[in-house]
């Protein structure tokens, strides 16, 4: 008789209501050219995109613009407030997305540090409180502190988005233990957002339980940003079933592989 072994039970991720497939998000700046641009996240396989309407030109009418290049009924189009240093302008550019046409879905950006792109925690907080209550599905980027994490999600944020490490540094996951307890202790979704440099980055970054990345550089600085979309892609996935298989224990001594019982003599 054959026995077949199951792959651990997967589901798909939920956020504000809404079901998406991927678990990989990925923005849309520092692109040589739209072509390219596209190619890369058709490759990494995500559907939430990510438009900064800040810095974006919002008429999708023009062929040179971003929004030109990215069919709304193929990507899930996720505008931000990249650019905001505080909560009033963050406020004032979720409702201009709005308005232009973009979901009640706002991926929200204070920083605090024009050097580092931290966020500032306390515009973070208002900006999120304000656009809750009009009625947006918010989606908090935010450093990897547990206690500001939680009240985002005291102040209704549809997911908290903490950083694997400052935006565009490549330098991977920091403190995988931060991002573990953020995830335990909350109930709304958990996507890393930010730092995530290559593929194993990735991986590690999805073997810690949390609900997705968001990248954006890692795609666009690498030297064939198609091919490491097609990477991404692949080590998100590998992340999540190793976390959903379980890991070995770690052991600070070797511990053989086969039996030492019943061996020739």
């Known amino acids: 008789m054959v026995h077949t072994v199951a792959t651990p039970a997967e589901t798909n991720l939920i956020i504000g209501g809404h079901e998406f497939r991927s678990r990989l998000m990925v923005g849309t700046g520092k692109y040589a050219d739209n072509a390219t641009m596209v190619e890369a ?14 810095r974006v030109d919002l008429d999708r009418t023009k062929d040179e613009g971003i929004l030109y290049h990215l069919d709304p009924k193929q990507f899930f189009l996720l505008a931000n407030t990249a650019g905001c240093y505080n909560a009033e302008d963050a406020i004032r550019y979720a409702r201009l997305a709005r308005e232009a046409g973009f979901s009640d879905f706002i991926k929200l950006e204070v920083i605090g540090d024009e050097e580092t792109l931290l966020p500032d925690v306390d515009g973070l907080l208002e900006a999120s409180r304000t656009l809750v209550s009009e009625g947006f599905k918010v989606l908090a980027y935010t450093n990897d502190d547990l206690i500001t994490a939680l009240r985002l999600e005291d102040a209704g944020c549809a997911a908290v988005m903490p950083l694997a490490s400052p935006i565009g540094s490549g330098l991977g996951l920091i403190n995988p233990y931060n991002i573990r307890i953020i995830k335990r202790r909350l109930s709304v979704p958990v996507v890393v957002d930010a730092g995530v440099g290559t593929a194993s980055d990735a991986c590690l970054t999805m ?20 091919a490491m979309g097609h990477a991404m892609k692949r080590a998100v996935e590998a992340g999540r079933l190793a976390f959903l298989a379980g890991r070995m224990p770690k052991r600070e001594i070797a511990a053989p592989s086969s039996p030492t019982t019943g061996m020739l003599g």
Not at 207 to 225: F, H, R, S, W
């Open 207 to 226: 073997e810690q339980g949390v609900d997705g990345i968001l990248m954006n550089t890692a795609l666009a600085a690498a030297e064939n940003p198609v």
């Open 41 to 54: 996240i058709r490759a990494s396989g995500a559907e939430v995109v990510t438009v900064a309407v800040r």
